[in-house]
Every structure is written in structure tokens, then in C-alpha cells.
């Protein structure tokens, strides 16, 4: 499109793009974001929704005598409990408590 | 039989949700930086997550290391944490390349990197990354031919009004492909996986 043929270096160019881009995302509106999420089936009102994956919780190690998960759940206090509840799912014994809803790009 | 002390995981609240608590942002602020987060994450290795850039964003702001000025707003501040540390990334890569990953940052000075001899493979990995992700940008707007052009012009740092007159886009066309962008953007951004 430009006029005159142009040469820049990839990176200068993913640069500019991404600088002008981050503009456009920060004169969304709330409620353009909001609609979109909905849009792709989330609801942001909810604490465990797959739209804060990966933001608002993560899983730190302390190191206590257990004997398997049921002893574990039991030194659970009721606000991890009920975090647990939301970001695992209902069948899942087994499931990784990292598990995302909406892992990230490793490619 | 010994006892033993297996490791017990413990959900914690990350920066991010210091941050929502401490009301320095709101949910959609956090959505907004996700996205933003994700889209900085574009060329960098695949070992540095947008998830990363993002909570240590946070983290500086949090204990104090960066401070944000009067007149710029929470998110736009992080965003610009962000892309210092992207920055910072790159120049730590560059380091390493000249120095190992042993080297003393004592031992880096602007003189001495402006003389050492470079490997060049970390700028021909950034530089593979970068072609990769801009064909991947190119990938999103795949179906809306203003958007590319747009984005062609923004890759050679043309203003909007160059850009226009250069591919001969009215007003009124460019502030409508912005918005498609942006919702094209948002719905990336949100989603679980990336183009």
C-alpha cells in the first residue's frame, strides 16, 4: 500500500503494530468487552469465569504433613474451598488445581 | 514407615488479584489488560507467557518499583510496564549473548556492549518470532481488506491521516475498520486461543 517501497525490520515493524493496537484496546470501552466475553460464552460476573484464567489465581506449595487429597481438602480453609469448587471441575478428583480454562499459547 | 512432607498446594491471590482487591482496577480493566497482555506476549519466546508479562506488571507496581505519573491511567501505565518489559527481555537476551548466562551485570556496560563482537542468533530468533507474529496479525484481518492496509501502513509508522491518503480510505471507512479491529482485537484477546 505504501506509495514507495519500504523496508523495515520485522521486529520494528511487529512493534509499531503492536504499540497502535494497544491504543485501540485502551479506548474500549468496558462495555464493548463486557459484550464481547458474553459474546464467547463467558460471564465476567462470575469469580471462576474462563475469562480471569490465568489472572487471578495461582497455586503456591506449602509444605504440611498430608496423607492423600481427601486429608488435604480437609486442611482446606471454606475460601480456598470454594475457589477450589469454581476452578475445578465436577467430576475431577483428579484434575490439576493449574489446570486453565484457557491455557496458554506455547507455540 | 518415615514420614514424609509432601508438598501441599495453596491457592493464592495473584498481583493481579492484590490489585482488584486493593480496588487499583476493575474487572473490566483486568479483561483489558489481558487482552493487552496477550498482544505484547506476540514475538516474544514461547517460555515467556502473556500471563507472566502481565502479573509482573502488577508486581512492580505493587511493591513499588514503578511508579505511575499523574495523569496516566492505571491501565495505561501497566501497558506501557509491560512493554518496558518486553524491553527488558530482549536487552537481557542480548546480554546473555555476549556474556553467557553466568556474566555479572557489573560486567555490562553501554561501552562494552557497543564493542563486544555479537552472536547474532538471538536477533535472528527475535526477527523469526517477529515475521511469525506478523503473519499471524495479518492472519486476524484476513478477511477485511481495509484492516490490512491499515496494518501495512502502521508496520511502516504512518499516521492514520498517510495511511488514508496512501491507500485512499475515507474517514468514515478508517474509523470503521478501526472498530472492526478493535472488536476483532477484543474477541482474540479473550478467547482461548490465538490466531
Known amino acids: 500500500m505504501p506509495t514507495s517501497m519500504t523496508l523495515s525490520w520485522p521486529e520494528t515493524a511487529l512493534t509499531r503494530i503492536l504499540e497502535a493496537l494497544e491504543q485501540e484496546l485502551l479506548q474500549a470501552s468496558d462495555e464493548e468487552i463486557m459484550t464481547v466475553a458474553k459474546e464467547l460464552g463467558m460471564n465476567p460476573a462470575m469469580k471462576g469465569s474462563a475469562a480471569f484464567a490465568d489472572i487471578r489465581y495461582g497455586v503456591a506449595l506449602r509444605r504440611t504433613v498430608i496423607y492423600g487429597i481427601e486429608a488435604w481438602r480437609g486442611a482446606l480453609t471454606e475460601s480456598e474451598k470454594s475457589v477450589l469448587a469454581a476452578r475445578t471441575r465436577p467430576s475431577g478428583g483428579s484434575t490439576p488445581l493449574r489446570q486453565s480454562k484457557c491455557p496458554q499459547r506455547k507455540d | ?195
Open chain 2, 1 to 195: 514407615m518415615p514420614q514424609t512432607q509432601p508438598l501441599d498446594l495453596h491457592i493464592v491471590a495473584t498481583p493481579a488479584e492484590t490489585a482488584l482487591a486493593l480496588k487499583l482496577v476493575s474487572e473490566a480493566d483486568l479483561l483489558r489488560l489481558k487482552i493487552i497482555a496477550r498482544l505484547h506476549a506476540r514475538g516474544l519466546p514461547a517460555d515467556v507467557g502473556w500471563a507472566d508479562l502481565l502479573q509482573e506488571a502488577f508486581t512492580r507496581v505493587l511493591d513499588g518499583s514503578r511508579h505511575q505519573p499523574e495523569g496516566v491511567s492505571i491501565v495505561a501505565f501497566l501497558a506501557g510496564v509491560m512493554r518496558s518489559l518486553k524491553s527488558e527481555h530482549w536487552r537481557r537476551v542480548a546480554r546473555e549473548s555476549r556474556y553467557g548466562q553466568a556474566a555479572p551485570y557489573s560486567q555490562v556496560d553501554e561501552g562494552t556492549l557497543d564493542t563486544e563482537p555479537r552472536d547474532p542468533a538471538p536477533d535472528l530468533e527475535r526477527s523469526l518470532n517477529a515475521l511469525q507474529e506478523l503473519a499471524a496479525v495479518d492472519r486476524l484481518f484476513v478477511d477485511d481488506p481495509i484492516a490490512l492496509q491499515i496494518i501495512a501502513g502502521l508496520a511502516e509508522g504512518l499516521s492514520a491521516e498517510r495511511i488514508r491518503g496512501a491507500a485512499g480510505i475515507s474517514k468514515i471507512d478508517y474509523d470503521s475498520a478501526r472498530k472492526r479491529m478493535r472488536r476483532a482485537l477484543l474477541r482474540e484477546g479473550l478467547a482461548c486461543r490465538l490466531a
